[in-house]
């Protein structure tokens, strides 16, 4: 079955959305701690990542995210070597602090919302949000729609970092229309029109293909919902295909 997502973002201003009778204590105790997601995990902690070496599967291991992320933003640590033209590298450092700046941002704001004395230190400080967002959610004092937009956020942070570092190959799906809301084509900021559906391929992650119009945002993930995606928009979704891509692209990650 496809699994959409409905592209709606809950406005959850921290200003607006807490106030102090409904925070609950700012540390959990012991045995209490929610376990950690994957996404988080990876953010805060060393993780490994299984990569396909022809006929057999190579484990890498990796630092924490944060820390790589830290490591781009920095030109003389840039882990990816001096490859590409100066301008480049300095385009892509911008992103970079960009956004470890937006991470620490949101972390610490709803932190101090909370109550909760940051630690300084960016990975203490997710992990501290991560265990007071589940703190709050149990108690009753969290809707689940807040809960369920605020604990995406490792998600899609960890899948952003990771994006600067081993930049994805994107597909689009040309000459079809999204089959949730019918729309074609998405136009950027500057004018410029390009075709919705569009399928991604990252080292590690299943293929995923996603609409981009913002009222929409449907996603499939896999190969089960990419082919009954190209059934549903006459299309045939090569998946074989889409895994040797897979494995070029992890073999050169090498």
């Excluded at 009778?21 to 959990?28: G, I």
């Excluded at 301008?87 to 941002?105: E, G, P, V």
């Excluded at 994805?168 to 799906?173: E, N």
């Excluded at 889409?242 to 992890?250: F, H, K, R, Y």
Aim: aromatic content about 6%; charged content about 25%; proline content about 5%.
């Amino acid at each position: 079955m496809s699994r959409f997502a409905s592209g709606r973002r809950i406005p959850v201003d921290p200003k607006e959305s807490w106030s102090t009778n409904t925070v609950a204590q700012n540390t959990m105790g012991e045995g209490q701690v929610k376990e950690l997601s994957d996404s988080m995990r990876r953010l805060i902690g060393s993780w490994e990542l299984d990569v396909p070496v022809g006929d057999s599967v190579r484990v890498q291991v990796f630092p924490p995210l944060v820390d790589m992320l830290h490591s781009l933003v920095v030109p003389s640590n840039n882990s990816r070597g001096g490859g590409g033209a100066a301008n480049t590298r300095n385009l892509i450092d911008a992103k970079s602090l960009d956004l470890l700046i937006h991470i620490q941002d949101v972390t610490r704001a709803w932190l101090q919302e909370w109550g909760v004395q940051g630690a300084g230190e960016l990975k203490l400080d997710l992990r501290g949000f991560w265990e007071k967002l589940h703190s709050l959610h149990r108690s009753g004092a969290m809707d689940d729609d807040t809960f369920d937009h605020l604990a995406a956020y490792p998600d899609t942070w960890a899948t952003k970092i990771w994006d600067l570092i081993e930049p994805p190959h994107q597909v689009p799906l040309r000459g079809t229309v999204c089959p949730r809301c019918e729309v074609g084509k998405v136009v950027n900021g500057d004018g410029d029109s390009s075709d919705n559906v569009l399928i991604t391929i990252r080292v590690g992650h299943a293929p995923t293909a996603e609409c981009r119009n913002g009222d929409c945002g449907a996603t499939w993930v896999g190969r089960d919902d990419l082919i009954e995606l190209g059934r549903a928009v006459g299309v045939e979704v090569d998946i074989d295909a889409l895994m040797e891509v897979v494995a070029e692209m992890s073999t050169d990650a090498l």
